[in-house]
C-alpha cells in the first residue's frame, strides 16, 4: 500500500515564485493521478480554492520564516494522518521538526536548491538552518547529483537524488518578435535577476556574439535590474536587449517557442526546470552546469561557462545548429515513481 503523505509548500500554479512552486504543482498532479493519498499545505494568499486534498492557512505579514511558523500548527494537525511528512528546503525546518516530534510520521525534506547556490555570501540564518535540516531530518532528498555532492561537503549528510521531471507550457499564439519588434534571432533569458543567475556575463557576451542581428529579451525582474540596465547602457547594446520585466505564466510560453535560443549563464543551478520548457518549445539552450544535464544526452545542449566569451561562442554556435534538440523528456510520472521508492525504502 502506497505511503499517505503530507507536503508542505510555498506556492502553487498559477501563482509560482519559482521553480520549487513548479515542482510542488507537478508532482502533486501526479500523485493524483496514481491515486495516491496526499494532502498539501500551503498559504492561503497562493493556494487554489476549493481543491480537494489542499489546505491552506493565511500567513499575513513578516518575513519568510515567521510565516511559515503560522503554518506549522496546522502542519503538525494534518501529519496526525500521514506516514510522511515532506518538507522542501530550509524554510520547511520549522513545521518538519514538530512534525517528527510530534507525531509518528517520518520527516522527509528535499533540497532544490542551497543558499550558497543563491547568493555570493549567504545568511547566516539560512546555512545554519539548512545545517539543522540535514543533520535533523529522517530522510533527505536532492533534485540533482550537484545538490547531493555540496550537502555532503558543507553538512556532511548524505542525500536520495530525484531529478526533477520536464516541463512545458501552452502557447496562446501572441507573436513576440512582432511585439517586440524584432526582426533576426531572439536570445531569451527569464528569471530573478540575481548574482546566482549570471546575467551580467551575459550581458557582456552580447558585445562579443558575432551574429549582431540577434536581440536579447531579458524576462524577470530583481534587485539587480537597473544596475543590469545601466551596465548594458555602459556597453553600448541597449538596441540589442529588450528588459521584458516579469512575463505572466500565461504568456512564458510564448516567449518560450518565440526563442531561437534560451540562454541559461547561471553562476549555480542545481536543476534548471527553465532549460526543460525551453527544450521543449524546441529552442537551442547554452547552458552553464546544471542539474538538468545529468538527464540528458551529450550534445543536447551547448554547454558553456559562466564567462562572457564563452558564453558569446555558446550563443554563436547555438544559432548555426539545424532542427531542435534530441532528447527523451523526463515526465513527472517518473518523479512520482521515484519519490514512492524513497518514501517506502524510509518507512521500511
Known sequence: ????????????????????????????????????????????????????????????????????????????ELAEDADIAHTNDWFGYGPGLRAKRETEATWVSAFHSLSSDR?????????????????????????????????????????????????????????????????????????????????????????????????????????QTEHLKMFAELLGITDRVEFAGYIPEDQLGDYYAAADVFISPSRAEPFGLTITEALAADAQVVATESGVRETLPDGCLVEVTTDSDSIARGIDEALAREGPPEYEPRTWDEVADDLLDVYTTALE
Open 1 to 76: 500500500m502506497d505511503p499517505r503523505i503530507l507536503m508542505l509548500g510555498w506556492g502553487f500554479p498559477p501563482n509560482v515564485t519559482g521553480g520549487l512552486d513548479t515542482w510542488v504543482g507537478e508532482v502533486f498532479e501526479a500523485f493524483e493521478q496514481k491515486d495516491v493519498d496526499i494532502q498539501l499545505l500551503l498559504p492561503a494568499e497562493y493556494a487554489p480554492e476549493d481543491r480537494e486534498g489542499i489546505h491552506s492557512v493565511p500567513t499575513g505579514e513578516g518575513d519568510i520564516i515567521t510565516r511559515v511558523g503560522r503554518m506549522s500548527d496546522k502542519f503538525v
Open 119 to 223: 547568493n555570493i555570501n549567504p545568511p547566516e540564518r539560512e546555512v545554519e538552518t539548512e545545517r539543522r535540516v540535514a543533520k535533523q531530518s529522517d530522510v533527505l532528498i536532492s533534485v540533482s547529483e550537484i545538490t547531493r555532492q555540496n550537502v555532503r561537503e558543507l553538512y556532511e549528510a548524505d542525500s536520495h537524488v530525484v531529478h526533477n521531471g520536464f516541463s512545458s507550457l501552452e502557447t496562446t499564439g501572441f507573436d513576440v518578435k512582432a511585439d517586440l519588434g524584432i526582426e533576426g534571432p531572439m536570445l531569451f533569458f527569464v528569471g530573478r535577476h540575481t548574482d546566482q543567475k549570471g546575467i551580467s556575463h551575459l550581458l557582456y557576451a552580447m558585445d562579443k556574439v558575432k551574429n549582431t542581428d540577434a536581440t536579447l529579451v531579458l524576462g524577470g525582474s530583481g534587485h
